[in-house]
């Protein structure tokens, strides 16, 4: 049996467990894969002690994604253009190699619903870590442009500079939001508080999709805002389970198929 885990503090409610555990059974690899919660301030040692007790990765939830960012030894490409790791794993030589799974998990997400983003224009709200993890995977999409707004409009500012070599972004205040839309994908944590971004009312092309990065049993007030002003929806809980099933590709060689770990979650949340 090989031992990974996912650490978080809070994780009891984490649901990476279960979808690995469904994902291990599906493609007949034996694993085992728990939930560990590490001190605030130890998380560095709780990975060493994980590691000398023959776990060979972790994936890494709120609030350590900076602290394994800065614990590896070696990091994809993806990972240091994000500044977060969210994916662990140990090498033959027990070095640390991190990973970031969040932001191609939104593209398989939006790939698997046929959403296109080559050539499409992509309004981005938001420019916290979540959203510095997707502007990669994003870009290399090829979409015609990227717009990144913020409440703090230099953030966005900040994050059009970093990705510019990539392609083309730009990012402002939201009320540089100008002309309309294929995709906007809300990043903000807003949702949480049950805030709404200040957008603008005709913010949707035809055919145009909303994208929220949380999911909850309820619709999140950026979707009921979205819904009648036309677009098409998508929460994030088909993200969380594409970047599991990247995790568990990097870590196992098998890309496992997410129908049904999908529907089983959204089961569970009615
Ligand atoms: P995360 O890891 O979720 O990205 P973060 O780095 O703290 O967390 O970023 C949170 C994002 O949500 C930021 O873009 C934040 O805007 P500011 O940079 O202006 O703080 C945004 N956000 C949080 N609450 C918000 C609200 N009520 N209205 C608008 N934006 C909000």
Not at 197 to 226: C, I, K, R
Request: glycine content about 12%; hydrophobic content about 40%.
């Amino acid at each position: 049996t090989d031992y990974y885990c996912v650490f978080g503090n809070p994780v009891k409610h984490s649901r990476s467990p279960l979808i690995h555990a469904e994902f291990a059974h599906q493609t007949q690899q034996t694993i085992e894969y728990t939930a560990q919660e590490a001190p605030i301030d130890g998380f560095a040692g709780a990975w060493q002690a994980f590691i000398e007790a023959g776990g060979r990765g972790a994936n890494v939830t709120v609030p350590f994604k900076g602290d394994a960012f800065a614990l590896c030894d070696t990091l994809s490409h993806r990972a240091a253009r994000a500044g977060a790791v969210n994916t662990l794993m140990v090498g033959g030589n027990g070095r640390t190699y991190g990973d970031t799974t969040d932001g191609i998990g939104l593209v398989r997400d939006l790939a698997y619903h046929r959403v296109a983003l080559a050539g499409k224009r992509i309004l981005v709200v938001g420019a916290g870590g979540a959203v510095r993890g997707i502007l990669e995977p994003l870009l290399a999409e090829q979409p015609s442009g990227v717009v990144v707004v913020n409440r703090t409009a230099a953030k966005a500012e900040q994050l059009a500079r970093d990705f510019a070599d990539l392609g083309s972004i730009t990012g402002g205040s939201f009320d540089t939001v100008n002309g309309t839309f294929d995709v906007v994908i809300n990043g903000t944590s807003a949702s949480l508080s049950g805030d709404l971004p200040p957008l603008p009312d005709a913010l949707f092309n035809t055919h145009a999709w909303a994208y929220d990065m949380m999911y909850g049993a309820e619709s999140t007030v950026f979707l009921q805002w979205a819904g009648p002003r036309g677009a098409k929806l998508l929460d994030g809980l088909g993200m969380l389970v594409e970047q599991a099933a990247e995790s568990f590709f990097l870590w196992r060689n098998v890309r496992p198929d997410t129908t049904f770990v999908r529907e089983m979650l959204r089961q569970q949340l009615r």
